[in-house]
Each structure stands twice: as structure tokens, then as C-alpha cells.
């Protein structure tokens, strides 16, 4: 019987994620909720391989600094790869449209019928899928990410959802 092939994305991974608390604003039990399984998923299962000369695994820190999202990339021991540093622009409709939908998504589940709910849940992957296609062409010859892990971080960057975006 032979081996498989050694898997090249083995160390091409993320094995711990922070997110900035200062850019982090007010959030209710049910963002906190998709940003902790968010974080779980993305670490148990992840392609991350940055574009410089590096190998992982690494650590991810995100942040938001002005109107640019901060993907602080280090190796598990703490010693910096790259930071790369992305107009939050392109995300900002897709984010609020992807808040908004959130929003109907959680009161529904409370009062709609089934079918409803699965409408606008249907809606609400939709616009996910959107923003995570965004992500993924941002950071094209930068890092490169597989479409679920692009998903993932997704989710994060919602739920740093920008200071002052609010009020």
C-alpha cells in the first residue's frame, strides 16, 4: 500500500485568530454567536497561504485602522510575515446589505414560518457568498485562500463592523 502525496497547503494554514477589540464595536448575543463559530470553523479547517516567501503555519490578527482592514500575518512562534493593509470601500455595501439581512434572518426565526425563514436565509448565503468572492479577489496575489475560508473571514471582518458605522 502506498503513502498519499505529502499535502503542499499542510503548513498553508491559520492555527489562532484575534480580532482587534477597539475595532470591534457594540455587537448582540447573535453576532458574538457567528464570530465564535466562525473562529472555531476557520481554525479546525483553513487554506492560507500568503504570497511572500513564508511558511506556516501562522497567526491572523485583524484589525480596522481608518478605512482599511489590517490582516497582521505572523508564524505560530510571533515573528511577522506581512501585514497587508485593504480599503474597507469595496466591503461596505455587501456588510450593511449582509447586517440588514441578519437582521430580518434572526426576527423571522422567531415569528415566520419555515418557508420564510429559508427564503431569506437562501438571501442572506447569497450575499455571504458575494462578500466572500470580494475578499477573495482582494487579496489575490497576496494570500491565497481556498472559497470556505474566504467565507470565515468573512464573517469576521462583519463582526469588527466599523466604528462610527453606526451612529
Same mark, same amino acid.
Given at each position: 500500500m502506498s503513502k498519499p502525496?505529502? +499535502?503542499p497547503d499542510r503548513?498553508?494554514?491559520?492555527v489562532a485568530v484575534t480580532l482587534d477589540e477597539e475595532s470591534i464595536g457594540r455587537s448582540g448575543p447573535d453576532i458574538e454567536h457567528e464570530r465564535a463559530i466562525a473562529i472555531? +470553523?476557520?481554525?479546525?479547517?483553513?487554506?492560507?497561504?500568503p504570497e511572500a516567501e513564508a511558511t506556516g503555519p501562522f497567526t491572523l490578527h485583524l484589525a480596522i485602522t481608518g478605512n482599511r482592514l489590517v490582516f497582521d500575518i505572523r508564524r505560530e512562534d510571533g515573528a511577522p510575515v506581512v501585514a497587508h493593509l485593504?480599503?474597507?470601500t469595496p466591503f461596505r455595501r455587501v456588510v450593511k446589505d449582509y447586517f440588514m439581512i441578519c437582521d430580518s434572518y434572526y426576527q423571522a426565526i422567531r415569528t415566520a414560518?419555515? +418557508?420564510?425563514?429559508?427564503?431569506? +436565509?437562501?438571501g442572506r448565503r447569497g450575499i455571504h457568498d458575494e462578500g466572500s468572492r470580494t475578499l477573495q479577489e482582494r487579496l489575490s496575489g497576496k494570500v491565497r485562500i481556498d472559497f470556505e475560508t474566504a467565507r470565515r473571514l468573512f464573517t469576521l471582518i462583519c463582526v469588527l463592523h466599523w466604528k462610527g458605522q453606526d451612529g
Open positions: 502525496p505529502p +499535502d503548513d498553508n494554514r491559520i472555531y +470553523d476557520l481554525i479546525e479547517q483553513n487554506v492560507f497561504a485593504l480599503s474597507l414560518t419555515p +418557508d420564510k425563514i429559508e427564503a431569506i +436565509d437562501m
